[in-house]
Nanobody
Framework: QVQLVESGGGLVQAGGSLRLSCAAS????????MAWFRQAPEKEREFVAA????????RYTNSVKGRFTISRDNAKNTVYLQMNSLKPEDTAVYYC????????????????WGQGTQVTVSS
């Protein structure tokens, strides 16, 4: 089992930037893919970005491509989400998740979740 703690959320104006962090403990962090998901009010949780165990492979949902960057520091057991050019539609609770595989294979592969961090983008 792995424990995940997100930080870095907040209120930002449209066009601004935020950097989310997720600190992991309790399991060999570097062996597994990590991902970020988000859930807006009255909407289902959706995939945002994922990174493979070694950081060499990343993937993004279309709406954030070119604006968000996922990265990881295995020495610090931390995964990051750099969010630039934020839009009001990015407003959501952002969740960090740890996978059971080395590469992203779908949301069902992610069994450990953080408590979430709120990101609010004002227009």
């Amino acid at each position: 089992q792995v424990q995940l703690v997100e930080s870095g959320g907040g209120l930002v104006q449209a066009g601004g930037s935020l950097r989310l962090s997720c600190a992991a403990s309790g399991r060999a962090f570097s062996n597994y893919a990590m991902a970020w998901f988000r859930q807006a009010p009255e909407k289902e949780r959706e995939f945002v970005a994922a990174i493979s165990w070694g950081g060499g492979s990343t993937r993004y949902t279309n709406s954030v491509k070119g604006r968000f960057t996922i990265s990881r520091d295995n020495a610090k057991n931390t995964v990051y989400l750099q969010m630039n050019s934020l839009k009001p539609e990015d407003t959501a609770v952002y969740y960090c998740a740890a996978g059971r595989s080395q590469y992203y294979t779908g949301q069902a592969d992610f069994g450990s979740w953080g408590q979430g961090t709120q990101v609010t983008v004002s227009s």
